[in-house]
């Protein structure tokens, strides 16, 4: 069972906006940033998200983040056949000094 | 242009000693703003921190495998290296690098991966 929680699945249509939550603790979400992963099938992890909402240069504006208290949010407007994949959020553990993930969501673009 | 690759063996039997190698290019093992992680996923299952190491050698471990691992670096050669005693079968995964990259405003994050590498374990 991961430290962070993700909804297993998520879903929605071309064009739609979809969210993708990640729910943590005091000790980890609460007191550090958050970071979120595309992982497309049979490929590594990819950085799409750091500091809870900054874009590495080349991903599209279409993907953003946020964070609130203990939990955190990636919002995917304008969805496109190729968003289908896996998503993974991590941030640090104070109370494990380690990093720690979700359990990941698997997002179907119907 | 940053790269990390894994080396390693694809199959090891039960209580054997897994070592894997991560070599990275484009960057300094030696920059104080870089470390290297390793990190696993089983086959359908969650990413899973192991270790990281930092350019002093300082290192830390996850505390549930804690005993079991070992990491430690080459700066000469631009290598990683971590080492996983005891394999068992519940160990089959496949076992990424990745760099993680200091930032004054957002600390520590992970922002390079390498391709992985799948490691079964089996008799």
């Known amino acids: 069972q991961s430290v962070l929680t993700q909804p297993p699945s998520a879903s929605g249509t071309p064009g739609q906006r979809v969210t993708i939550s990640c729910s943590g603790s005091?000790?980890?979400?609460?007191?550090?940033?958050v970071s979120w992963f595309l992982q497309l099938p049979g490929t590594a992890p990819k950085l799409l998200i750091y500091?809870?909402?900054q874009r590495p240069s080349g991903v599209p504006d279409r993907f953003s983040g946020s964070k609130s208290g203990t939990s955190a949010s990636l919002a995917i407007s304008g969805l496109r056949s190729e968003d289908e994949a896996d998503y993974h959020c991590?941030?640090?553990?104070?109370?494990?000094?380690?990093?720690?993930f979700g359990g990941g969501t698997k997002l179907t673009v119907l | 242009q940053v790269t990390l690759k894994e080396s390693g063996p694809v199959l090891v039997k039960p209580t054997e000693t897994l070592t894997l190698t991560c070599t990275v290019s484009?960057?300094?093992?030696?920059?104080?703003?870089?470390?290297v992680s390793w990190i696993r996923q089983p086959p359908g299952k969650a990413l899973e921190w192991l270790a990281h190491?930092?350019?002093?050698?300082?290192?830390s471990h996850s505390t549930s495998l804690n005993s079991r691992l070992t990491i430690s670096k080459d700066a000469s050669k631009s290598q990683v290296v971590l080492t996983m005693i005891n394999m068992d079968p519940v160990d089959t995964a496949t076992y990424y690098c990745?760099?993680?990259?200091?930032?004054?405003?957002?600390?520590?994050?992970?922002?390079?991966w390498g391709q992985g590498t799948l490691v079964t374990v089996s008799s």
């Open positions: 990745a760099r993680m990259f200091w930032d004054y405003s957002s600390g520590w994050f992970f922002d390079y």
């Open positions: 484009g960057f300094s093992l030696s920059s104080a703003r870089m470390a």
């Open positions: 190491i930092f350019s002093n050698a300082e290192y």
């Open positions: 005091s000790s980890n979400i609460g007191s550090n940033s």
């Open positions: 500091r809870n909402n």
């Open positions: 991590a941030t640090w553990e104070d109370s494990l000094s380690g990093w720690v």
